[in-house]
């Protein structure tokens, strides 16, 4: 299920998509497949839905194939490491790039190597922008740990750093928009499909109308998951001293230090990569930008604007007409539906998901 809003939504997106599988609690219970984005606020925006027997070869290569009908070729995704998504991928998508989850990446090594320095150090590595600082950070793991240096190198670094992919992640290191998105659906899980159905597109509804509004109540250009994170960047900006090149380049420095970069503000770039890779001022682009005194929102991409976000809200979602004025093809209604054949585990049915060592709850941000 793909509704019309959310494919014309995604057409104002960045380009990556993070695809994702949570099991059924119903009677037959089945696996949930689920594309989404992120929208110009970090929220969660859905794309696509699925309902199949398990994670099987068979069944990501048809999600992916259907998928196809609506995202293009081209677009980059994100999710855990499970081969099943990697091999449908190849299939369906030969021009996209393929970016494993990070959290799930820490996880693997903090079960495996119970040290919870290697969890956050593989972090920093995955996440720098230069490929001199994962080096860097990366032999600071080999000299801590050789064990979890070698399981590392069993994978491309392309899959799992920042500084290595060859596509375009921008903020997006997780597959924790997914995991928010299959908690707001607990509720429905263990509903008949039809039902999931009509409770995914009623909260779709509601989550857009409740967007709706916060864009109305918007006094400036720019989110407020995005203006966040510049008041941030903001305050790190005063610690830096800039001295103009031109009439757009500059080389902005650590006052304690004297290290930084050279910014240019024409062509929205940075030698630390922050700038264009996210496509948000980094710290030394604000601090050139105040230098010049001019506001740094400006040089925020169209990705993130109050017109993009509209642009993403404004597809309705219709509540589905009665089946008596819906035309079905005889193909369809000739065929012979029968359930599943399945045998209920004893007990009762767990509701929730079992959360791996050291993971924190978070409470999601999704409307």
């Not at 989550?207 to 998951?225: A, L, N, T």
Request: aromatic share 10%.
């Amino acid at each position: 299920m793909a509704l019309k809003a959310c494919i014309d939504g995604w057409k104002h997106l960045r380009k990556v998509i993070v695809v994702d599988g949570t099991h059924m609690f119903g009677k037959y219970k089945g696996c949930l497949l689920t594309a989404s984005g992120q929208d110009a606020n970090y929220q969660v925006f859905p794309i696509a839905f699925a309902v199949v027997d398990n994670e099987t070869n068979e069944s990501w290569s048809w999600f992916f194939e259907k998928l196809k009908e609506i995202v293009e070729d081209g677009s980059d995704f994100v999710s855990d490491r499970a081969s099943q998504i990697c091999v449908a991928k190849d299939k369906w998508y030969s021009l996209s790039h393929h970016g494993c989850c990070l959290v799930h990446l820490q996880r693997n090594v903090d079960a495996k190597f119970k040290k919870r320095n290697q969890k956050q150090m593989v972090g920093r590595a995955a996440e720098v922008f230069k490929v001199s600082h994962f080096k860097r950070l990366y032999a600071e793991i080999k000299l801590t740990d050789k064990r979890c240096w070698d399981y590392l190198e069993k994978m491309d670094p392309r899959h799992w750093t920042r500084s290595h992919f060859e596509g375009e992640r921008y903020n997006l290191m997780s597959s924790n928009i997914a995991e928010s998105l299959n908690k707001a659906l607990v509720p429905a899980r263990d509903s008949p499909i039809m039902a999931l159905f009509e409770f995914i597109r009623r909260m779709i509804s509601r989550w857009f109308v409740s967007r709706q509004r916060k864009i109305s109540k918007m006094s400036g250009e720019i989110p407020p998951g995005v203006d966040e994170l510049m008041e941030d960047n903001l305050e790190d900006a005063r610690a830096y001293a800039v001295m103009l090149l031109s009439a757009f380049e500059f080389e902005v420095t650590l006052k304690t230090t004297g290290f930084g970069s050279s910014v240019n503000l024409e062509t929205r770039s940075c030698t630390c990569l922050e700038f264009q890779k996210v496509g948000i001022p980094c710290r030394h682009a604000i601090a050139a930008a105040m230098f010049r005194n001019l506001k740094h929102s400006e040089f925020v991409a169209d990705a993130y604007l109050k017109k993009t976000w509209n642009e993403t809200t404004k597809g309705v979602t219709l509540p589905v007409p009665d089946p008596q004025d819906i035309f079905i093809p005889s193909e369809v209604s000739d065929l012979i539906m029968l359930p599943p054949k399945t045998k209920r585990p004893p007990g009762r049915p767990p509701t929730k998901r079992k959360r791996s060592a050291g993971e924190i709850p978070v409470r999601p941000n999704l409307i």
